[in-house]
């Protein structure tokens, strides 16, 4: 399973290593499948026929979530959607952090979340994922200080 920006296109790292993957194993192309927002679907179908499209939180999407043997994100999850203990989740970020994220931010202003709940969220996520891709040597030394509780 593939989701790039929580399902809003098929781009960004995802997209790289879902065109990698299918060029070195054609085959998984029949397995491979992308998330995507309900209201995107028929215009990134259109765009990309050739890729397996699955409306974000339908049955078919929470099927294959659930049995997916690997998950490639570039955005968190949901808290409240568990993997399975056999997915491994492939988190690949997204940008270089040139700005405060994660436990680093000081003060979260998001409506309904204090700084707190935001750093539970955070590390939260952090947890489920198996392996964080950095995206150039700026971040790989960053991410270690950026992802750890404070």
């Known amino acids: 399973m593939f989701e790039s920006f929580n399902g809003n296109d098929i781009n960004d790292n995802p997209a790289a290593i879902y ?3 299918v060029a070195t194993h054609p085959e998984l192309a029949k397995t491979a499948y992308f998330g995507v927002k309900p209201r995107y679907y028929a215009k990134l179908k259109a765009k990309y026929p050739h890729i397996l499209l699955v409306k974000r939180f339908s049955f078919k999407w929470v099927w ?3 049995h997916a ?3 490639v994100f570039n955005s968190r999850m949901p808290n409240w959607w568990r993997k399975n ?3 491994i989740y492939i988190q690949t970020w997204h940008g270089t952090p040139l700005k405060h ?3 680093d931010i000081e003060n979260v202003s998001i ?3 204090t700084t707190e709940d935001y750093y539970q ?6 947890s489920r994922w ?3 891709i950095a995206p150039n040597e700026y971040s790989k030394k960053d991410f270690p200080v950026s992802l750890s509780v404070p």
């Open 64 to 66: 294959l979530m659930a």
């Open 19 to 21: 065109h990698q993957l």
């Open 85 to 87: 203990r056999k997915t």
């Open 101 to 103: 994220l994660g436990v």
């Open 69 to 71: 043997h690997y998950w």
């Open 130 to 132: 198996d392996y964080l």
């Open 111 to 113: 409506p309904g979340t």
């Open 121 to 126: 969220q955070f590390t939260r996520e952090a």
